[in-house]
């Protein structure tokens, strides 16, 4: 437990940032708190962003975590519009991109991950856009509309929902993937081809193997995308989604163990013991599967949040939690229970024709991973099968007439 | 607008005004009221903003969606008042409603 009036900075206001603030006040931290934020405003929920957002379903005040008045209410100093440039772990003191410095007694990097930027010919012309930010959403949202056309590179989750929220309002959208199916890197076979064709069910069009090598535009606007085989996709905008990489520069600057994303511990500690690192940005531990990898997803967010939070008050430290993400698109809700490492079978409950079914990634007779499609049982029953690393009867898995409680209970 | 009594598991009661349009887990949430985690941020992906509503505000509350309906039955210590509060859109009829919530939500 850190002393009671401990001077707590958190660097990135995101999810991660915004929800450790609150839990520290929530649990009775008395120390100062300081929230230091790239962005202008106080931090907001992002996966909305792509989905209710982006079709104009929910609004700025809806996405905001708190409102602003909370952050001076709770006694929390939230600084916007700022970086921290330099950790001196000696002196215990964050540099700032304002040229000020903040001394902390407990430091929690919570910077998060940023889109990847492809590096070819016309990437920086207007109209080609990348979703990580409100100010990206604002800016495609303003770019969409009746009649246009979005070019969508790379058949990821955040493509793919953007792309189905450009259909609700009215724009074309046109699906460019490099590798021979969408969701390549995510998904398995059967939820790629389900998820192709609700797209194109709903008018969204699909080039697959397409290597995009550049964007074409007039008078600095772009106005389409350039493939490897020399075809041109007219476009009036370009949404780039093909991954993120953490913002570790800030930790490995400091001289704090990095590997693809800021190491840490199963309580959320880096290799500095005044400092934790929460969120996106981290490497850390999940021990299901044994091994580390890095989770972009709010669920980890708030788990590491609360981690950090418990160590900071003296609360016990809480459970392990099944990593678990969803995505929404039309009027299909997917939710994702656990990563598929490891698994030697993919069996599918249920008739993906009829809209509800699920795909369970096994490991001998261990469940791994559960993709659920309008399938809540299956998603719920599938985490707790998970994380007890219980056996499942796999005959009885799949069979929808045996009900996912009798499967569990079995 | 609408107050909404929210009582810990353990007997705190915090009460707050709730904008109508807005969700009973999104008042909590912006209030910093302990206990409801709403960790999808009301898609009824997750089932961690369970409440119990007082019974004499039940039928005020409106039906449950089948989505929510089969969320609900996997979570722990589901009652027949258990509601999801992200399900729970704000009205003015629903002014003064009393909502209990359950000691954990994971």
């Known amino acids: 437990m850190t002393s009671a009036d401990a001077h707590v900075v958190i660097v990135g206001a995101g999810h991660a940032g915004g929800t450790l603030a609150a839990l520290l006040r929530q649990y009775g931290h008395a120390g100062a708190v300081t929230l230091v934020g790239e962005e202008p405003i106080p931090p907001y929920q992002r996966p909305p962003l792509s989905k209710a957002w982006l079709k104009g379903e929910a609004d700025a005040e809806s996405l905001a975590l708190k409102p602003l008045e909370f952050y001076a209410g709770n006694r929390i100093d939230f600084r916007p519009s700022v970086r921290g440039v330099g950790i001196d772990r000696v002196r215990k003191v964050l540099a700032l991109s304002d040229g000020s410095e903040l001394a902390y007694d407990v430091l929690v990097l919570a910077t998060g991950a940023r889109p990847i930027r492809l590096p070819i010919p016309g990437a920086d012309l207007d109209g080609v856009l990348e979703l990580r930010t409100a100010a990206d959403a604002e800016a495609l949202k303003a770019a969409l509309g009746p009649g246009r056309t979005m070019a969508v590179v790379g058949g990821g989750y955040i493509g793919l929902e953007a792309a189905a929220s450009a259909r609700a309002l009215g724009a074309d959208a046109v699906v460019l993937e490099r590798e021979p199916r969408i969701l390549a890197r995510v998904a398995g076979e059967v939820l790629s081809s389900f998820f192709r064709q609700a797209h194109e069910t709903h008018g969204v069009r699909f080039l697959t193997g397409a290597s995009v090598t550049g964007f074409r535009g007039e008078g600095g606007k772009v106005t389409g995308v350039e493939l ?173 007439s045996v009900s996912m409680k009798e499967v569990a209970a079995a | 607008m609408a107050k909404i009594t929210y009582i810990e598991h ?97």
């Open chain 1, 228 to 400: 490897a085989d020399g075809q041109v996709i007219d476009c009036d905008l370009a949404l780039v989604g093909v991954g993120a990489v953490p913002n570790q520069e800030l930790a490995q600057e400091a001289g704090l163990a990095v590997n693809r994303g800021v190491v840490v511990d199963l309580g959320a500690r880096t290799s500095d013991p005044a400092i934790f690192a929460i969120g996106d940005v981290t490497l850390r531990p999940m021990p299901i599967y044994g091994r580390d990898f890095r989770m972009e997803s709010v669920p980890n967010a708030l788990e590491q949040a609360k981690q950090v939070a418990c160590a900071i008050t003296g609360r016990p430290a809480p459970a392990g939690e099944t990593p678990w993400q969803w995505s929404d698109q039309y009027d299909i809700k997917l939710q994702i229970a656990g990563y598929n490492f490891d698994s030697d079978q993919s069996l599918v409950r249920g008739d993906p024709a009829s809209g509800h079914f699920a795909i369970f990634h096994l490991k001998g007779d261990q469940v791994q991973a559960v993709e659920a499609i309008n399938s809540p049982p299956e998603f719920m029953m599938g985490r707790q099968l998970i994380g007890s690393r219980r056996p499942v009867d796999k005959q009885r898995l799949a069979d929808t």
């Open chain 2, 10 to 106: 353990d007997g705190t009661e915090h009460v707050h005004d709730g904008k109508t349009g807005l969700s009973v887990m999104e008042v909590a949430v912006k209030n910093n009221v302990p206990g409801i985690d709403a960790d999808c941020g009301g898609a009824c992906a997750c089932a961690t903003c369970h409440v119990y509503v007082d019974p004499a505000w039940l039928d005020k509350t409106g039906d449950k969606s089948a989505m929510e309906e089969s969320m609900l039955d996997f979570a722990e210590g589901v009652e027949p008042n258990s509601r999801l509060a992200c399900q729970i859109k704000i009205t003015d009829g629903l002014d003064g409603i009393v909502v209990r919530l359950p000691e954990s939500q994971h």
